[in-house]
């Protein structure tokens, strides 16, 4: 048998390699077991497919008793455990990931070989599970990793989309979307358990009962589905640790088949059918602003309710409910898992007939809310009409609470109505609507913001009536990301760099990184670095020109910025910057031999309804057309917008940039975490004082990273002294000729219709002060071209911010999450 990739006597080589697949024959044999009595195919007539599942399936055999094991050291120990309610996992491809956690890769790289199959012909096979948006749901994911690695116990729950994230194409330069259809070949990642269903209830109406004496309330509900769990596989690191995801899927109850069979109106029940099953159908594919569709609230009462009660079924079992908050912490990620604190207080009052008060206590102490966003149109709130209908009972639980809650507001602060109004979980106007973060708010024992400027603005302007109501409540965990999937995978020749510099032991301990500091004066290691850079660029021209065919220089810096498309995130400021260079060297202001040659890399999806965003993805592909094709530029400046920017794309095009934008108006991105993967990379940051980049600045140091903009409070000034966007167009030569040159029609074939909304809303709107910040953003620029010139002072940068950013690791994160609100010790 191989030896464990750790050496035998590392500390986290707990579980040896062992079973059937751990040597390269075992592998084959199992391999090949797979292919023939899991498949039906023997080799020579196996699809691409058949090998992919087999080899998937054999990943799977491998970590399938350590999944075994865990799972029966948790029945038997009953440790604390988390239960991260989230409605996205943005996990990105599972083949690689699961060989690197399970020490595999060698081995099924050299089978594979040996049955003449080329390993990265399976990993392209992988259609990457989409199920999530963006920053949240990859966090989400991240997490979970990082659990498994540091050995808690934990579920991950959520929902089963049969369609993701849509897929972008460009048509005409415009976004069109495609639905995701990742199931069409089947996952071999999944296990489905249907005798593991949860029956959910909806609608109906609630009546009162006389139970001895006491009027009681209970819910006589209307219509139910069933939540099918899939269970995924969620490796630790070298740890012989696996945890769970469970991920529930709408099916349609008895009832509906009954109705089937009895009504005679076959179309009507098949309907109906269809109707439980439209539950998990797709992912609502808006990042920052919630739809208020009937159809997403059912998607969240779903799966929470399925996970509640799951969680009671099969780990409390028959033990005390009142030792629930001994045994889990329901992590909320965000409001969109928020209905599951009425629906345990239903649980618990209705179902196990705990006193409302106890049943709160308990309820309390079981839940905690981590805040997302800032942004006010991003905070939901449900109409109590709709709620009140798809909800009955959980609609009286909430008012219930909320009078309690705001009898205890008047105890401390007396009848100040306007106060009262302010902190109520019921809001009056534009329509009754229950506010959902003030609910997590007043049921979590901890409410936590994901990064330190986040944190205090969430205090401080969101909930400052509740910071002061609930002392202690409010707290911060900085984000962080798995440095497994967006360093060691992601970027395979930095991670052997830095491993025959400090040996191993960093990937699980990402400070260590620290370590590098010194070797950012050693002038081979530099030109090591340097070269794994290089090498990187050629890796992602190879699947730009795979994917979309584009053919990348040589030689030039690779500016990148990839998020979602939002106008806070300000695309438009990086497009202004984009056109200026480009209008200086038309118009001859600037020869284009004295322009740093720039490849600039968009990656962004926008939300289908989002008009305002996808004109400005049209925009970039309009500029980056012209620009390309213009001789007078001479190449130099290149716009690269590949469509469809997902999981997979930014493992390649991470590591291979040399610069990250993160340049959204101070107080508006809550954390990033793509700042995070470019600056653990060896990219330099150009950024706003904004979310996590202030945390990025303060650990690379100021002559590593490029500051340009408004601070948040500079922001609160220029707004209350009455934001004028057209006096910054007036002041500004270069801001001038560009916008004009926009509005000129330039970019749309003469036509100065098409860009017309985007050029007036900056001049006499521009909410995110895209205009105030241009000319700072611009003189950073340059700044950024003259430290590019020094190659050598560039990568010294570069590897000192490597160096310094092993805070970022989502291990820290979990760590901070575990001292300050689960307190869930791994299990060891
Ligand atoms: C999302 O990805 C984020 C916030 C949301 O607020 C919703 C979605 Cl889908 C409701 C992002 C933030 O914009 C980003 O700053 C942050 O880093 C990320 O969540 C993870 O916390």
Redesign the pocket.
Known sequence: PATHPLGATHPLALAPVTGPASSVDGFVRQFLRNLNYERGVPLSASSVNDRYFALAMTVRDYLMARWLEDLRRQRETKPKGVCYLSA?YLLGRQLDNNLLASGLGEIATEAMAQCGIDIDEMRAQEVEPGLG?????R?AACFIDSLATMSVPNVGYGIRYEYGIFRQTFVDGQQVEQPDAWLTLGSPWEFPHPEGARKVAFGGHTETYDDGGVTRSRWVPGWHVQAVPYNYMVPGYLNGRVNTLRLWSAVATDAFDLRIFNSGDYEEAVRAQTFAENISKVLYPE??TPQGKELRLQQQYFFVAASISDFLATTLGDDDIATLPDRVIFQLN?THPVIAVPELMRVLVDERHLEWDAAWEITKQCFAYTC??LLPE?LEVWSVDLLGRLLPRHLEIIYRINDDFLDEVRERFGDDEMRIRNMSIISEFPERSVRMAYLATVAGSKVNG?AELHSQLLRDKVLPDFNEFFPGKFTNVT?GITPRRFVRLANPGLSELITEAIGTGWLTDLERLRELESYAENPDFRAAFGEVKAANKRRLNEVLFERDGFEVSDGHMLDVMVKRLHEYKRQMLKVLHIVTQYESITSGRVEAADIQPRTFIFGAKAAPGYAMAKRIIHLVNAVGSVVNADPRVEGRLKVLFPPNYNVTLAERVIPAADLSEQISLAGK?????GNMKFALNGALTIGTDD?ANVEIRELVGDDNFFLFGMSEPQVEDLWAAGYKPADFYQADDNLRRAMDLIASGAFSDGDKSVFEPIVSNLLYDDRFMVLADYSSYIAAQARVDAAYADTDAWTRSAILNVARCGFFSSDRSMRDYIDRIWHTPPML
């Open positions: 996205e948006n963006g920053g949240l749901g966090l990042d920052s965000d997302h966003t991003a994901v984000n991105e809550a954390s990033g975490t979310g």
